[in-house]
């Protein structure tokens, strides 16, 4: 599966921006999905992950009630909305997805991910 991600950029601290990740290759009807993000000089982390009956969702704490995964299965896209964004939300954003279902957002257990869109939140 190949994985395109968009609608990163440049917002204002408190503002919102809804992230996109187009799959080809393959159905993502049955993937565990998420987004990762990583900042200069940070490791990479899991921010949300559903899996792949989407019966189980994960959201870093740092995100909580702020950001919302979600899949469109007509369109084999998956969205991230991103709500309040803090200069701490910054970083390249991943889509990831895996043809298992998982309970968990773990990098290693993703094969697939896309080539990252940046997001800058400026304060």
């Known amino acids: 599966v190949q994985l395109v991600e968009s609608g990163g950029g440049l917002v204002q601290s408190g503002g919102s921006l809804r992230l996109s990740c187009v799959a080809s290759?393959?159905?993502?009807?049955?993937?565990?999905i998420g987004w990762f993000r990583q900042a200069p000089g940070e490791e990479r982390e899991g921010v949300a992950c559903?899996?792949?009956?989407?019966?189980?969702?994960y959201y870093h704490d740092s995100v909580k009630d702020r950001f919302t995964i979600s899949r469109d299965s007509a369109k084999n896209t998956v969205y991230l909305q991103m709500d309040n964004l803090k200069p701490e939300d910054t970083g390249l954003y991943y889509c990831?997805?895996?043809?298992?279902?998982?309970?968990?957002?773990?990098?290693?257990?993703?094969?697939?991910w896309g080539q990252g869109t940046q997001v800058t939140v400026s304060s």
């Open positions: 990831v997805a895996e043809p298992i279902y998982y309970a968990q957002c773990v990098d290693r257990l993703f094969d697939y």
């Open positions: 290759g393959s159905t993502l009807k049955h993937h565990t």
């Open positions: 559903s899996s792949s009956d989407d019966t189980r969702t």
